[in-house]
């Protein structure tokens, strides 16, 4: 049976689906494969990343991709709210 976590119950799926089945172990016992999601999906649960739509949004986008994982995506809104604004 699949494993879900609790960021994955808490997306808010927009008119998409996920491009993957919810997270599940693999065979050899090892981590759970994490789903991917489209960047629209991301940015339609924005309250997983503490941040507005906006943010998340430019942040992805700017990776040139259009599917992450959760915690990809996480780390790169986290160091894209990070980066110094220059004048």
Not at 2 to 26: H, I, M, R, Y
């Amino acid at each position: 049976m699949a494993e879900v976590t609790e960021a994955e119950k808490n997306l808010k799926a927009g008119d998409k689906t996920k491009t993957d089945q919810a997270v599940k172990k693999n065979v050899s016992g090892a981590k759970p494969v994490e789903s991917e999601y489209y960047l629209d999906e991301l940015t339609g649960a924005a309250d997983l990343f503490n941040t507005q739509k906006i943010v998340v949004k430019t942040a992805l986008e700017q990776t040139g991709k259009t599917r992450f994982m959760l915690s990809e995506a996480q780390d790169i809104v986290l160091k894209f709210r990070k980066k110094e604004v220059k004048n």
